[in-house]
């Protein structure tokens, strides 16, 4: 199994919300069933479980919020675990989204 992309770096203000695609690639001769699970509670996925015949793709809708009054920087990552081979993990970094101008 291989995920496209593995690092997701966005910049962010709080009170922010984004959508990220992300696509999961079976490599095996057989179907594979694959858990997702955020270890964030900033972060979730529209799909907690699903199944991924052999050599297609799933594709995997990550949200990301950043929470009004909080700050925006912060990492958190989506591990994906297949019922058989090694678990994956998507690497999120969000930094804080500055305007040109406008320095605190």
Request: glycine share 6%; proline share 9%.
């Amino acid at each position: 199994m291989i995920t496209e992309p593995n690092l997701l770096e966005l910049k962010m203000s709080p009170g922010a919300f984004r959508a990220k695609a992300m696509r999961v690639a079976n490599l095996d001769f057989e179907p594979l069933e694959v858990e997702v699970a955020s270890l964030v509670p900033w972060l979730r996925t529209n799909l907690a479980r699903f199944r991924i015949q052999p050599g297609k793709q799933q594709s995997l809708r990550i949200d990301i919020y950043i929470p009004a009054g909080e700050p925006a920087e912060r990492m958190g990552k989506i591990l994906l675990l297949p019922e058989r081979g090694k678990p994956v993990t998507v690497d999120i970094i969000v930094s804080e989204y500055k305007r040109k101008g406008r320095e605190k």
